[in-house]
């Protein structure tokens, strides 16, 4: 677990959805030798989700399941509805306007909110806030054409 504050960024998706952003940055966390937890608040997207990383891309594997599931403990990824970190993960991806929690023990959460729907733009907006208020050192990525680039 990390030592240092939990860095908190934020994902503006505005050329892809969540199923094409979020394998990409998956992929990334495992590489650095990372656990993730992967959170929303609809037990149905962690259904979608858990049937999207096994094929989302043929030439790819991205070990996870659903946080109910036996041996959860082990699993580099973990979807879940809860607030729990069963894998003992490195990285929180927060999705559909979960929220954060407690964010104690990791070292980084990413919160991946669509630009196109305003609902998830005001839940960001008064994430941003909450958690800025906190002091945790927080940052914005915004989705260009050519990846992401940091804007704040």
């Known amino acids: 677990m990390a030592e240092n504050p939990c860095e908190v960024w934020f994902y503006h998706l505005e050329r892809t959805g969540l199923d094409q952003a979020l394998p990409e940055l998956l992929e990334k966390t495992l590489q650095r030798g990372w656990r993730a937890v992967v959170r929303t608040p609809a037990p149905e997207r962690v259904e979608h989700l858990d049937g999207w990383l096994w094929s989302y891309r043929e030439d790819s594997f991205l070990p996870h399941a659903p946080a109910d599931e036996p041996g959860a403990a082990r699993q580099p990824v973990l979807l879940t509805t809860g607030f729990e970190n069963a894998n003992d993960a490195d990285a929180l991806f927060l999705v559909d306007g979960a929220e954060p929690g407690d964010l104690a023990g990791y070292a980084r959460c990413v919160v991946l909110f669509d630009g196109g ?36």
């Open 117 to 152: 729907d305003e609902a998830q733009l005001a839940t960001a907006r008064a994430q941003w806030s909450r958690i800025k208020a906190t002091g945790l050192p927080v940052s914005y990525w915004k989705q260009q054409a050519r990846g992401w680039e940091k804007q704040a």
